[in-house]
């Protein structure tokens, strides 16, 4: 996390989940209320029925109460995530980019992400960045597998280095893509392990005789 962040204890889709749960349980009640005014009226018993509409207006206060708390509590929720993404973008944005550029051979020189992680590469000495919809597959393949590298070594620093798996990360590259790929993981796999599965026999043929590298073919085919 960032300096100066806590992590919330709820994710906002629980926070929201739950919010959803007592907007329910409220228009339940309020349901409930509109019915016990009815019985009231008709069954003609004013005691029993004013017992009743005390008994559900308690209920209503305690749900209100709740679905105050929550709104409060996802208000807070989105601002950290706000706060958290202004903090955290421009640096996942630079590194991301800097892989991108190492995966493509320059070709492409930046990479930026919105806040729903929809990533746009920028082409060197283009003006606008490409969106992903507008990239070829293996292009597209390459931009998340830069973004994905970039997202590791921010959460998961060098003086912790956790193992990164990828499974047929590699799968759409051409030749020339996934030489530049292996490099690119070979070097990273310096300061932590890499686990790379593949269908394919390739990538084990390029890596072949790599100091560090260790190939290992699993039951039922593969490299």
């Given at each position: 996390?960032p300096?100066?962040?806590?992590r919330p204890?709820?994710?906002?889709e629980?926070?929201?989940e739950q919010?959803?749960a007592v907007?329910a349980?409220?228009e339940?009640v309020e349901r409930?209320r509109?019915?016990?005014?009815g019985?009231q ?9 004013a017992a009743?509409?005390?008994?559900l ?11 105050e708390?929550?709104?409060i ?11 958290l993404?202004?903090?955290?973008s ?8 800097e892989?991108m550029?190492?995966l493509?051979g ?6 930026s992400l919105?806040?729903?992680l929809e ?5 060197r000495?283009?003006v606008?960045?490409?969106?992903s919809?507008?990239?070829s597959r ?6 998340y597998l830069?973004v994905r590298?970039a997202?590791c070594q921010?959460c998961l ?10 499974d047929d990360a590699l799968?759409?590259f051409?030749d020339?893509r ?5 490099d ?8 932590r392990?890499?686990?790379l599965f ?5 990538e084990?043929?390029?890596?072949e005789?790599?100091?560090g590298?260790t ?9």
């Amino acid at each position: 996390m960032p300096e100066g962040l806590t992590r919330p204890e709820r994710p906002p889709e629980e926070t929201e989940e739950q919010l959803a749960a007592v907007t329910a349980a409220l228009e339940r009640v309020e349901r409930l209320r509109s019915m016990a005014l009815g019985e009231q009226r008709a069954v003609g018993d004013p005691a029993a029925l004013a017992a009743r509409r005390e008994e559900l207006q308690g209920e209503l206060d305690r749900r209100k109460t709740e679905y105050e708390a929550i709104s409060i509590a996802l208000d807070a929720l989105k601002r950290a995530n706000t706060q958290l993404q202004e903090r955290f973008s421009p640096e996942l944005n630079r590194r991301a980019g800097e892989w991108m550029a190492r995966l493509t051979g320059g070709k492409y020189a930046a990479v930026s992400l919105t806040r729903e992680l929809e990533a746009a590469a920028l082409e060197r000495d283009s003006v606008l960045p490409r969106r992903s919809l507008a990239l070829s597959r293996g292009t597209v393949d390459q931009l998340y597998l830069a973004v994905r590298l970039a997202v590791c070594q921010l959460c998961l620093p060098g003086e912790d280095p956790a193992p990164l798996v990828l499974d047929d990360a590699l799968v759409t590259f051409d030749d020339r893509r996934m030489a530049l790929a292996l490099d690119a993981l070979a070097e990273l796999g310096r300061e932590r392990q890499i686990l790379l599965f593949t269908c394919q026999e390739r990538e084990g043929n390029y890596l072949e005789g790599r100091p560090g590298v260790t190939r290992t073919a699993l039951r039922g085919g593969g490299a």
